[in-house]
């Protein structure tokens, strides 16, 4: 416990301290009963001490009175005093300096900062308790809130934590406390382990339900969308990209779905139709036939010329009625024909679109270039199609020259402009088979298949060329936009992180060599 001490309450920081600490040093050692020797006694009480600096209202009074001040402390101080006493008298400024460097140094810096009796102010050690308390609390309770297990445990360190004084033994508290992190490390391993367990088994349920899909099933797409991040880190960005993507693929899906089932709906009953159609003309047929039969047989028993041309004009209007009825079947079967042509067509339309949505999943929406998803499974198809033909395949990796810079000085909204007319003007420069894609930020990378290293220099090259040649035109500023390119051939069985690896090298050498510029890839 800090002893008392009279110390003027004007007097804060090192002074104050200095002042306890020269009148610790007069004071009689414990126990001994023993008076100190007079040269560390002090020579003034703490009422002089005020008066001398309630008058010092000018630099060279101000600097005596810290002299004469110190001067009356006792102890080795009041050497340092008069050592600046005579300064003052003399003048000598700089041998003034030169003392106060050497009490700073000496005494203001050694001396532990524990608050001086009287004062409000904590001590590290004790700011130190009240920082580790805080984080216990505020941040390691708040994560353990749902542990049964190591919840109570953190909240009992931190109670103990905030009721701990200076002196007391910490070995009891150093010990929970580092049982507490290794049992916050292991249930974090835990933790990790069953979440890289429930990500397989999502992603075994997913590779089942696409085995059971056709090729061209609309959901193969967003299966393979899920699949391709749970393969990758769960970042909350990607996370939040898929799902978006997801909602207004499923919203669309569903819309589409109910066309569809409408279509079919309309073609079941259009072939309903159809088979009664059938069923009439059938029945009318057969009708007609017993008909003719007993005309025939009226003829025959016919015994006059005018009965029978009565029974020619009868088969004559049967004949007229049955082709009257023919007609009009081949009208309602052409009817039916064009109202099922319409449905396929329709179907087929539904068809086109839904596989156009789930497209979406695969493109930037801010750039519509290709996302990381979409590229990565272009990707695939060309190394395939190269390693079968042994046609070259090129990367590019472009990154935008301070692109930051770009955003500090137009906001967001002009950093969103610049990304889109970058890849509308690069776009303009790529070939039909080239492709385009974002892989996050201010970063994109093209595709090249069928392309030599040297052609793929070329490429670049001419966007790059085009893009000093149309500057970016955002709220009547024309803005300068460029980019640094690395451009690496793939090789064969190379994977794609690999390539990109090579290839962003590369590209920092672009940067390292002035910026707005390609480089080739030298490994």
């Known amino acids: 416990m800090a002893e008392p001490s009279d110390a003027p309450p004007g007097l804060t920081g090192g002074f104050r301290r200095l002042w306890a600490r020269g009148h610790k040093r007069a004071q009689p050692s414990a126990g001994t009963g023993l008076a100190p020797h007079d040269a560390a006694r002090p020579l003034i009480n703490a009422a002089q001490l005020q008066a001398l600096f309630a008058h010092a209202d000018t630099p060279p009074a101000l600097v005596a009175a810290f002299a004469d001040g110190l001067?009356?402390?006792?102890?080795?101080?009041?050497?340092?005093?008069?050592?600046?006493?005579?300064?003052?008298?003399?003048?000598?400024?700089?041998?003034?300096?030169?003392?106060?460097?050497?009490?700073?140094?000496?005494?203001?810096?050694?001396?532990?900062?524990?608050?001086?009796?009287?004062?409000?102010?904590?001590?590290?050690?004790?700011?130190?308790?009240?920082?580790?308390?805080?984080?216990?609390?505020?941040?390691?309770?708040?994560?353990?809130?749902?542990?049964?297990?190591?919840?109570?445990?953190?909240?009992?360190?931190?109670?103990?934590?905030?009721?701990?004084?200076?002196?007391?033994?910490?070995?009891?508290?150093?010990?929970?406390?580092?049982?507490l992190c290794h049992a916050i490390g292991q249930a974090s391993h835990?933790?990790?382990?069953?979440?890289?367990?429930?990500?397989?088994?999502?992603?075994?349920?997913?590779?089942?339900?696409?085995?059971?899909?056709?090729?061209?099933?609309w959901l193969q797409d967003q299966i393979a969308a899920a699949r391709s991040l749970l393969s990758g880190p769960l970042d909350r960005e990607r996370l939040e990209e898929t799902r978006s993507g997801l909602r207004e693929v499923i919203y669309k899906q569903g819309l589409l779905k109910q066309g569809?089932?409408?279509?079919?709906?309309?073609?079941?009953?259009?072939?309903?139709?159809?088979?009664?159609?059938?069923?009439?003309?059938?029945?009318?047929?057969?009708?007609?036939?017993?008909?003719?039969?007993?005309?025939?047989?009226?003829?025959?028993?016919?015994?006059?010329?005018?009965?029978?041309?009565?029974?020619?004009?009868?088969?004559?209007?049967?004949?007229?009625?049955?082709q009257r009825q023919a007609l009009r079947a081949r009208d309602d079967l052409c009817a039916v024909r064009e109202e099922a042509e319409a449905a396929e067509r329709r179907v087929a339309s539904l068809e086109q679109e839904l596989q156009s949505v789930s497209n979406l999943v695969r493109i930037d929406q801010l750039t519509e270039a290709l996302n990381r998803r979409g590229f990565e499974e272009l990707f695939r198809r060309e190394s395939s199609r190269a390693l079968r033909s042994g046609q070259p395949l090129c990367l590019a990796l472009l990154d935008l020259d301070d692109?930051?810079?770009?955003?500090?000085?137009?906001?967001?909204?002009?950093?969103?402009?610049?990304?889109?007319?970058?890849?509308a003007v690069v776009r303009g420069a790529l070939r039909g088979s080239d492709a385009i894609g974002r892989f996050g930020g201010e970063e994109f990378v093209l595709l090249l298949p069928d392309t030599s290293l040297r052609e793929a220099e070329a490429i670049v090259a001419r966007a790059l060329q085009r893009l000093a040649q149309r500057p970016l035109l955002h709220e009547g500023e024309r803005l300068a936009v460029t980019f640094s390119a690395g451009v690496a051939p793939w090789r064969a069985g190379e994977t794609q992180d690999a390539l990109v690896e090579r290839a962003d090298r590369a590209m920092y050498e672009a940067k390292a060599a002035g910026k707005n510029r390609v480089a080739a890839a030298r490994d």
């Open 260 to 322: 569809l089932n409408e279509s079919k709906a309309a073609m079941k009953d259009m072939m309903v139709t159809f088979v009664e159609r059938l069923d009439g003309m059938a029945s009318s047929t057969g009708e007609f036939h017993d008909r003719i039969s007993f005309h025939a047989q009226a003829v025959r028993d016919s015994r006059s010329i005018a009965e029978l041309g009565k029974r020619m004009e009868d088969i004559l209007e049967d004949t007229a009625q049955l």
């Open 403 to 423: 692109f930051r810079l770009v955003n500090a000085t137009h906001g967001h909204l002009g950093g969103d402009a610049a990304l889109r007319h970058v890849v």
């Open 71 to 179: 001067a009356g402390l006792g102890g080795e101080l009041r050497g340092m005093g008069q050592r600046l006493q005579a300064a003052c008298a003399d003048g000598d400024w700089n041998a003034y300096g030169r003392a106060m460097r050497q009490l700073i140094d000496k005494y203001i810096r050694t001396i532990p900062d524990e608050p001086v009796p009287g004062s409000d102010v904590p001590s590290e050690s004790e700011q130190l308790r009240g920082l580790l308390h805080h984080t216990l609390v505020m941040a390691v309770e708040t994560l353990l809130r749902e542990d049964a297990r190591l919840y109570p445990q953190a909240q009992s360190v931190a109670d103990q934590l905030k009721g701990w004084q200076p002196g007391q033994p910490l070995a009891a508290l150093e010990g929970q406390l580092k049982d």
């Open 190 to 217: 835990e933790t990790s382990d069953a979440q890289e367990l429930l990500r397989s088994l999502f992603d075994l349920l997913l590779e089942n339900v696409g085995e059971l899909l056709e090729d061209g099933s």
